[in-house]
């Protein structure tokens, strides 16, 4: 059995990027799980459009640390907030714990998650209290602790798995259960939220290069080879989306994959 995180990566990297955008100025965004990987690049691109962005860390400290600095180089004010997805308070705290750093909210990324892969008869209860809690409560309770701050315009984006739309394999029952979840939170947040102004959208990706899931490792060519386009993405890649996603109005409930044709 094993487990990986969607935030994980071996580095912070901002030099695919285009330059600032401006679409995003005067915006404050949270990025759970914004240390590594996908959320680390999401809160770089974020704060190029020139958001202010929070991320949270559950272990990751200094790695969170290096995404505060190259945020405030890009000249936005970001800081680093420690919480745990699985525990109640601390997935609605850090919301809390944002608004009060940046001043408001405006988009919320719901990029933290785990997964634990392994034959279902392998799957304790104790991993899926864990897996729920983490990938589906948390997701809950930080969307709502962030809607009651976001004014007109909120956006709250969630990343999903491309095996929400296809399960190319046996191992992923309790993961891909855990994203499918998310899919009908998104949507039903979309028609609860639409109202306000605030939309809600979900990012499926594909096999993506992180520390935990390397282009390089001994699984890619696998991976690779289920896709369109046969090739890993980029937690760029995914993060351009998100930032898409981010500024659009008229989009809402929608389901977004960035997996290089791994659904086709």
Same mark, same amino acid.
């Given at each position: 059995?094993?487990?990986? !995180? ?33 959320? =680390?690049?999401?809160?770089? #691109? ?7 962005? =929070? ?6 400290? *200094? =790695? ?7 945020? #405030?180089? $890009? @000249?936005? #004010?970001?800081?680093?907030? /420690? ?8 997935? =609605? ?7 009060? !750093?940046?001043? /408001?909210?405006?988009? $919320? ?16 209860? !104790?991993?899926?209290? #864990? ?20 004014? *007109? @315009? ?8 491309? +095996? ?9 029952? $309790?993961?891909? +259960? !855990? ?9 039903? $947040?979309?028609? *609860?939220?639409?109202? /306000? ?14 520390? +935990? ?12 080879? +289920? ?5 890993? @993405? ?19 409930? &929608? ?7 791994? &659904?086709?």
């Amino acid at each position: 059995m094993t487990s990986h !995180s969607a935030d994980n990566s071996a580095h912070i990297s901002d030099n695919t990027l285009p330059g600032p955008g401006g679409t995003l100025l005067g915006k404050a965004a949270l990025v759970t799980g914004g240390s590594r990987g996908i959320g =680390a690049a999401t809160a770089l #691109r974020l704060a190029r459009e020139g958001a202010d962005v =929070a991320v949270t860390y559950v272990d990751g400290k *200094e =790695a969170a640390e290096d995404v505060v600095r190259a945020v #405030r180089a $890009l @000249g936005r #004010r970001a800081v680093a907030l /420690r919480a745990d997805a699985a525990d109640a308070d601390e997935a =609605a705290g850090a919301v809390t714990a944002a608004v009060r !750093s940046l001043g /408001r909210l405006d988009v $919320l990324v719901n990029n933290a998650g785990i997964g634990v892969l392994g034959p279902l008869d392998a799957l304790t209860v !104790s991993d899926v209290d #864990r897996v729920l809690a983490v990938n589906v409560r948390g997701v809950f309770l930080a969307s709502r602790a962030a809607a009651a701050h976001m004014r *007109e @315009g909120g956006r709250i984006i969630t990343l999903g798995t491309c +095996m929400t739309q296809r399960v190319p394999g046996p191992g992923g029952t $309790l993961y891909t +259960m !855990s994203k499918a979840a998310l899919v009908g939170l998104t949507k039903a $947040l979309a028609r *609860e939220l639409g109202g /306000r102004g605030i939309t809600a959208n979900i990012v499926h990706p594909g096999p993506i290069d992180t520390g +935990m899931n390397p282009a390089d490792g001994p699984h890619a060519p696998a991976q690779a080879a +289920m896709t369109a386009v046969g090739r890993f @993405g980029t937690a760029d890649e995914v993060a351009a989306t998100i930032a898409h996603l981010a500024g659009a109005a008229y989009v809402t409930g &929608a389901e977004f994959a960035v997996d290089g044709g791994h &659904a086709a």
